[in-house]
C-alpha cells in the first residue's frame, strides 16, 4: 500500500536507517592507559569505573568511558535501538551483530567512515538484502571489489540517502544526552550501564510514539521523558 500512495523518494526515506556510536565519559577520574593495561590503581584513585575503556574520535578525542550504540530511522526520525556497547569496540561489528532484527524494516543503513569494510558491506547485502551507505576513505580503494563498492556508493539515490544521516543519528545521539545529561555515565560497570542505556532508550521511543500518536514533533519530548 505505502507503494501505490507515496513517492518512491519517500519510500526509500522510510526504509533507512542511520547507525553511530557515541562515547560518554566514565563516572569519577580516568584510569590513564599505561596504568589500565597493567592493571595498576594508584593510592589516591577513589571512585574508579575500572570496566570503562578507551576510545578516540577526532571530534572528541580520548575518552576513558563507555559506549552507546544508536540506530535512527530516517523517514519517522523513531528511535530504533540505543543502548550500551564497549567504547574500545568498533560499531560497524555492533551494526552487523543487531541488523538481523531489522531485515524486514531496512533496505538501506547509513555508517560513517568506520563501517569501510568490504567484509561488512558484502554481509548485509547477501544475508538481509539491505544495502550499507558510507564513505570510503581515499587510499582504500585500490582492489576491484573495493572500486565496485565505491561505484555504488556514489550514485544519486546513495548519496542522497547517506545526506540525510546528519539530520537523523547525530542529533538523535544529542537529544538523548541533553534529556539525560550524559555528560558523565551515571553508574560504574558495564552491567549497570548496559541496562541504565536500554531504560533511556525505552523511555524515548515511548515519549516518542506518544508525540506521535497527538501529531506532535518526535524531536520535543523531553518534558515527556521527565514526566513534567
Known sequence: MIQQTWNDEAVETLSTASADKMMVKARGPVWHKKQKAQNIVPKNLHGLDREATWCFSRYDGWIYGHGTFCLTAHGTHFLGTFKWMRNSANEAKR????????ESLLKWVCMDSKADDYHLYQTLKDQYDIQLLTTMRRNKVKTLKR??????LQTER????????????????????TIFELEHCWMHGDANNCWLFAAMGVAVQIAQYQAYQQHE???SIQDRVLGL
Not at 551494526?95 to 531489522?102: F, K, P, S, T
Not at 572500486?147 to 555504488?152: A, F, I, V, W
Open 147 to 152: 572500486q565496485q563498492m565505491l561505484r555504488e
Open 95 to 102: 551494526l552487523e551483530q543487531d541488523i538481523g532484527a531489522y
Open 158 to 177: 546513495h548519496q542522497r540517502l547517506y545526506a540525510e544521516r546528519g539530520q537523523t543519528v547525530e542529533p538523535m545521539q544529542s537529544l538523548v544526552k
Open 217 to 219: 514533533s518526535v524531536w
